[in-house]
């Protein structure tokens, strides 16, 4: 059965530091999402992206978050100047199509910015 | 999306069905009910979704009230594997357009020898 992956599972990078977090998603599936969980709390929506351009991003998605489709299977986040309050497991997620549809989820990065 | 309301947690027997309630009171003609679940801290996953019909598949059945202001997940035949944190979330769906997922806080099922 065809899977969403993230590499690598744990990133650990010191603050002020940029990371990018890779996702492959299901290669036939068009939408592309991010989310993050801080440990013991909600998931939360980031960005979502269509058609090569961002669809919406929440207010977490400042301007050191950036996505990226470098080519035609991958899926990546950086993040610039990371903060401490950067930490969190990151959860990549893709749809055949929009709205409509359900989204099929990474096992997700957990980053921890020291 | 419409607000969710769901309780925090519930215990269930192992081999017993486990019924888990969402109220969505305020919901809209075009929104659709999702289930998602996540297990320990993996990554969401999907379970159900439906309109106004009840829904089943290979995982639960989705029992949605007539006047649509709440919905109930089953799992017929609970086993450990299903103590997680089940998440009901309502949705618009409208094809071709992006459509981020809202998670509450959801309610934790254990599933119990």
């Known amino acids: 059965e065809p899977e969403v992956t993230q590499t690598p599972s744990h990133q650990v990078t010191q603050m002020g530091q940029e990371v990018i977090l890779r996702c492959v998603p299901i290669s036939n599936h068009l939408y592309f999402y991010w989310y993050r969980q801080i440990l013991g709390q909600k998931v939360e929506f980031l960005v979502s992206f269509y058609n090569n351009e961002i669809s919406e991003k929440s207010e977490i998605f400042d301007d050191r978050f950036s996505v990226e489709r470098p080519d035609g299977s991958n899926f990546t986040l950086k993040i610039r100047s990371t903060k401490l309050e950067d930490s969190a497991m990151y959860f990549c997620a893709s749809s055949e199509q929009g709205a409509g549809y359900e989204q099929y989820f990474g096992p997700g990065t957990r980053l921890t910015v020291t | 999306d419409a607000k969710t309301t769901q309780p925090p947690s519930m215990d269930c027997a192992e081999g017993r069905a486990a019924n888990l309630p969402c109220n969505h009171s305020?919901?809209?003609?075009?929104?659709?009910v999702y289930w998602y679940r996540q297990i320990h801290s993996q990554g969401p996953q999907y379970i159900i979704h439906g309109l106004k019909n009840n829904e089943t598949n290979e995982m639960a059945s989705l029992i949605i009230t007539e006047d649509r202001k709440s919905s109930t997940l089953i799992l017929p035949h609970a086993t450990l594997r299903d103590t997680a944190v089940y998440y009901c979330i309502v949705r618009v769906s409208y094809t071709g357009t992006a459509s981020k997922l809202t998670f509450g806080t959801g309610t934790r099922l254990q599933v119990t020898l």
């Open positions: 305020t919901i809209s003609g075009n929104e659709y």
